[in-house]
């Protein structure tokens, strides 16, 4: 069976999970962005908290996601759970470091001047300083995804949901019939949805950017 036969015969199979796939990394995307938007706005009037938020995401980056996944086996057990919580910890770092510099990056005198207005510390947060920041913390959204979409699909390890264990059963399998097959199918669905999120994100960007601060 070529691989276009396979992708037919089991159609069903991977929109199913391809649906739990986009499913999963949105939910923990959108989880992961309230996070670093709080730790964020938390840090930022902290010129060494800053530092530290920023080398920490940093950092944590290079945690391998295995071994981030075995390590939650433990207290989490395997399924949904595991992988969600390896998501979600994934897809805030990059969001986390674009929202502290995004917010750093912000004029004070803005902020100054909306102050004078009369506006108080949450209104200036949610109608001055965040606007401002928005792209730089909308390309921080977009490189989580691309990074997470791979991880949730490597999720699959902990029975986690999602094409990830198309990927893993045609590699378990290799030398079988059709093992490449699910291997190669996984590993398409899983592009064609960072493409699919990529693309909304840009329309995303676009209609919620202000005009005036759009490169």
Not at 59 to 83: C, D, E, K, Q, R
Request: a positive charge; hydrophobic letters at 60%.
């Amino acid at each position: 069976m070529n691989l276009w036969d396979f992708l037919v015969d089991r159609r069903e199979v991977l929109v199913f999970q391809g649906f739990q796939h986009a499913s999963m990394v949105a939910q923990c995307l959108v989880v992961a962005t309230l996070l670093a938007l709080v730790v964020a706005v938390l840090v930022q009037r902290n010129r060494h908290a800053v530092g530290l938020a920023t080398a920490t995401s940093a950092v944590a980056l290079t945690i391998p996601s295995f071994a981030l996944l075995g390590l939650l086996i433990a207290p989490l057990g395997i399924g949904v759970a595991p992988a969600v919580t390896a998501v979600v910890f994934y897809a805030s770092l990059p969001i986390l470091r674009n929202a502290v510099v995004g917010l750093a990056g912000v004029d004070p005198a803005l902020v100054d001047a909306a102050r004078g207005m009369g506006m108080g510390r949450l209104t200036t947060l949610v109608r001055v300083e965040i606007p401002l920041a928005w792209p730089v913390i909308l390309a921080g959204i977009r490189v989580s995804t691309q990074m997470v979409m791979g991880i949730a699909a490597i999720a699959a390890y902990v029975s986690g949901p999602g094409l990830g264990g198309l990927i893993f059963t045609g590699l378990s399998r290799l030398g079988g019939a059709n093992s490449v097959n699910s291997a190669l199918a996984g590993t398409l669905g899983v592009v064609v949805l960072a493409l699919i999120f990529d693309g909304i994100l840009v329309l995303v960007g676009k209609y919620t950017t202000s005009r005036g601060i759009r490169v």
